[in-house]
């Protein structure tokens, strides 16, 4: 259930749920409330925790806009160079993130798990669907905090710049936006590496060599982009 809807007390706001039969869901959704307090002022506020006839939801002050244009010639890259900035200052919450390189077990290597250990909170998936540009002041939002994780805080905007080439950005253009943001140029070539090669690995283990080149070509241009 994804929608919007209008109160008395609370204006308008975002109104997301599952049915609490659905385990992974709801874990998705208790994950996003117990982040809130973490994100803020990069995601939207938590208003209420609705868990009732055998539903359980969120609801979010209400940001008016849209998704993301990530296509070349997109007027929104001021606004996550922006973003960028407000999520190099997040930090590990109180209650335990796994870190990155546990979503790898299986495909790293030695050093690796090491490289990529960080303090950052990062968000791991930012597709077009989950940054909202406000209408009203042209902020961007990052939505949807079901899939945390801690490393570098360099690798969310790292993610952005392959997002801006899957839509389209010529390589050189998508690094250029990547050295503006405040966490790459404190990026190690070695963690960097490892990230690179460690993605590219489990993504070919997921779809095969031939499906995966075009991901794994986006995410192999990072390591021409200096640190």
């Known amino acids: 259930m994804a ?10 706001l975002f109104l997301k749920g599952v049915r609490t039969s659905d385990t992974a869901g709801a874990a998705g959704l208790l994950c996003e409330e117990r982040l809130n307090d973490a994100v803020g002022g990069v995601s939207p506020t938590l208003r209420h925790r609705i868990e009732e006839a055998g539903w359980l939801a969120l609801a979010f002050v209400h940001v008016d806009g849209r998704h993301v244009d990530y296509g070349p010639g997109t007027s929104d890259r001021a606004a996550l160079k922006r973003v960028t900035r407000r999520m190099h200052r997040l930090r590990a919450p109180a209650h335990p993130v796994p870190q990155l390189s546990d979503r790898f077990a ?20 930012l597709n077009p669907h989950n940054i909202v540009i406000s209408h009203a002041g042209g902020d961007a939002y990052v939505v949807d905090w079901a899939m945390p994780a801690l490393g570098p805080a360099w690798v969310d905007p790292a993610s952005m710049a392959t997002w801006l080439m899957t839509y389209g950005h010529a390589p050189a253009d998508a690094l250029a936006w990547l ?17 690179v090669n460690v993605t590219c690995r489990e ?3 997921s779809v ?20």
Do not use: M
């Open 106 to 125: 299986g495909h790293l290597r030695p050093g690796e798990a090491e490289a990529l250990k960080g303090s950052h909170l990062l968000h791991t998936d």
């Open 203 to 205: 993504f070919t283990a």
């Open 208 to 227: 095969g060599d031939k499906d995966a080149e075009p991901h794994n070509t986006r995410f192999r241009h990072l390591l021409d982009a200096p640190h």
């Open 179 to 195: 050295r503006g943001t405040p966490s790459w140029p404190q990026a190690d070539r070695k963690a960097v590496e490892a990230f």
């Open 3 to 12: 929608l919007a809807v209008h109160t008395r007390s609370s204006g308008r």
